[in-house]
């Protein structure tokens, strides 16, 4: 089957505007999961959802971050008055159930969001 | 928080040759996974390795766990220039699991 999608691959935007990221997970994963990539760094845990609830989101930066689920599919990570600091490959991924990380967590490709 | 430490930060071998990069962490674990990076991009899960189980095998792969020393080792044997990329083990032990990445290995493969 499909892998998880991501949309758009790549956005450029401006200092202070507002940017929408889109997320497909596999069909049928309840579990799907943020995280951000700068640079020579690893993978950043942003937000994780169980079905359509945010079940943790203790990663997100500042308040200028906010994601929804609001079906239990596909999610939407929304990014507010960006700053040059957001500049980062957001990454999205999805897993059966989620349960304390017994599950495989499959990993789409990543938008690579640049703020000039 | 758990995380995992991958060492060497950088490896260049030649084709053929053997890679091992190894994991540490910190804190107990319900399993540890590794996962490969290809420039930047979306990551591609290798192997899961449980708490109870101490090697696991998937093709040229094959993954140790110790518990006792907190330490996971990535052996991937007779390698190609195909796996060059980025390694990132990534233990789990908290609640929601959502995993927690060091800086990884960047192996490089020269043919």
């Known amino acids: 089957g499909a892998g998880v999608s991501q949309t758009p691959s790549n956005k450029v935007t401006e200092k202070g505007k507002y940017v929408e990221l889109r997320c497909d997970p596999i069909?049928?994963?309840?579990?799907l999961y943020w995280y951000r990539q700068s640079l020579g760094q690893g993978p950043e845990f942003l937000i994780y959802?169980?079905?359509?609830?945010?079940?943790?989101d203790s990663g997100l930066p500042n308040d200028r971050f906010f994601a929804v689920r609001p079906e239990g599919s596909v999610s939407t990570l929304k990014i507010q008055r960006t700053e040059r600091g957001d500049s980062a490959v957001y990454l999205c991924?999805?897993?059966?159930?989620?349960?304390?990380?017994?599950?495989?967590?499959?990993f789409g490709p990543g938008t690579r969001l640049t703020v000039l | 928080s758990q995380q995992g430490e991958e060492d060497p930060q950088a490896l260049s071998i030649q084709e053929g040759e053997n890679a091992t990069m190894n994991c540490s962490y910190k804190?107990?674990?319900?399993?540890l996974q590794w996962y490969r990076q290809n420039s930047g991009r979306g990551l591609v899960h290798l192997i899961l390795?449980?708490?109870?189980?101490r090697e696991k095998h998937s093709g040229r792969l094959r993954v140790t766990l110790d518990t006792s020393k907190k330490s996971s080792s990535l052996l991937i044997t007779a390698s190609r220039a195909a796996d060059t990329a980025s390694y990132f083990c990534?233990?789990?032990?908290?609640?929601?699991?959502?995993?927690?990445f060091g800086k990884g290995t960047k192996l490089s493969v020269k043919p």
């Open positions: 991924a999805s897993s059966f159930a989620g349960t304390s990380g017994l599950d495989t967590q499959y």
């Open positions: 069909s049928g994963h309840t579990a």
């Open positions: 959802f169980q079905g359509t609830g945010a079940a943790d």
């Open positions: 804190t107990s674990i319900n399993n």
């Open positions: 390795i449980r708490s109870n189980e």
């Open positions: 990534a233990p789990d032990g908290g609640s929601q699991g959502n995993l927690i």
